[in-house]
């Protein structure tokens, strides 16, 4: 998953504010966060979450007393154990172990390398077009554990800011030579301001035929006429099938931007996912 806690834990150094980093060690059982949550409490403010509920509550509270109070008494590190029942008032059943560290520059290192590597391991979403859909998309996946490329050769077009450190601009006017350079595997959006455009960049994303997701923006008309000018380009009509279009759910006829770029958002989770667990199965068969 993305974060920003290294930029936010940057500014807190920078301003000389104590703060700590609360990690989950280790996670048994029915626990409302996997092991590996983390999350960094300054004197006013909190990024990340390890579960919330009781559980987080009371780590804040840890958390801070140790921030405090590491200078004076040395104490940089504690582990806490916490069972997950009726006296935490939180019922999952588990059992969670946490990490509580004074950060310092040393964590901050850390956790920039560690975050880099997410990134640099993340699957890549390629959404061709700024436009309004294309803006309201970019922000649904900032959050969201992908390596976004958001491509258009309008630079005005593009937020001043970024909506997420895992989201990078490109512009360009050779679209198609960022489609053949993508990794097999990737999701392509294209939802460009101009249809011939469009089916330019698709019809060379389906040639490819490598890709995990391939979502074009439009009607069930502009779809039958892609279809129609693939074919008549010497396409395989095969391909055809794998192209989403509509994008989102067409059940729902909901045009508005941010509903688009929501169920655009769930399309691909569930199409990323389901992808990773059928190359997990042929390895999980072999044993």
């Not at 009371?58 to 154990?81: N, P």
């Not at 390398?113 to 998309?137: C, S």
Request: include cysteine; hydrophobic fraction near 45%; charged fraction near 25%.
């Amino acid at each position: 998953m993305t974060s920003d806690l290294a930029p936010a834990l940057r500014a807190m150094l920078r301003r000389g504010e104590p703060a700590a980093l609360v990690t989950v060690a280790d996670a048994r059982g029915s626990t409302p966060r996997e092991q590996g949550a983390r999350m960094l409490v300054g004197v006013d403010r909190t990024v990340g979450t390890i579960g919330g509920g009781r559980l987080e509550w009371d780590a804040i509270e840890r958390a801070r007393a140790l921030a405090m109070m590491a200078a004076a008494a040395g104490e940089t590190e504690v582990m806490v154990d916490v069972p997950l029942g009726p006296a935490l008032g939180q019922c999952c059943g588990g059992h969670v172990r946490l990490r509580l560290e004074r950060a310092d520059d040393s964590v901050l290192e850390r956790i920039e390398a560690e975050e880099r590597a997410v990134l640099e391991a993340l699957p890549r979403v390629q959404v061709f077009g700024a436009g309004h859909v294309g803006k309201a998309i970019a922000s649904a996946l900032a959050p969201l554990p992908f390596d976004v490329w958001w491509i258009d050769g309008r630079a005005e077009e593009f937020p001043a800011v970024m909506p997420g450190p895992n989201v990078r601009r490109i512009v360009t006017d050779a679209p198609l030579d960022v489609v053949a350079e993508a990794p097999a595997g990737a999701c392509h959006l294209v939802l460009t301001h101009l249809h011939a455009l469009d089916f330019e960049i698709t019809e060379a994303i389906l040639r490819r035929g490598d890709f995990a997701y391939a979502g074009l923006i439009g009607s069930a008309t502009k779809r039958r006429r892609f279809e129609r000018t693939f074919t008549a380009h010497g396409g395989d009509a095969r391909v055809l099938p794998r192209l989403t279009c509509p994008i989102g759910s067409a059940a729902l006829r909901d045009k508005r931007p941010p509903v688009i770029a929501a169920l655009v958002a769930a399309e691909l989770l569930i199409t990323l996912t389901k992808a990773s667990k059928e190359a997990r199965e042929p390895a999980d068969a072999e044993v």
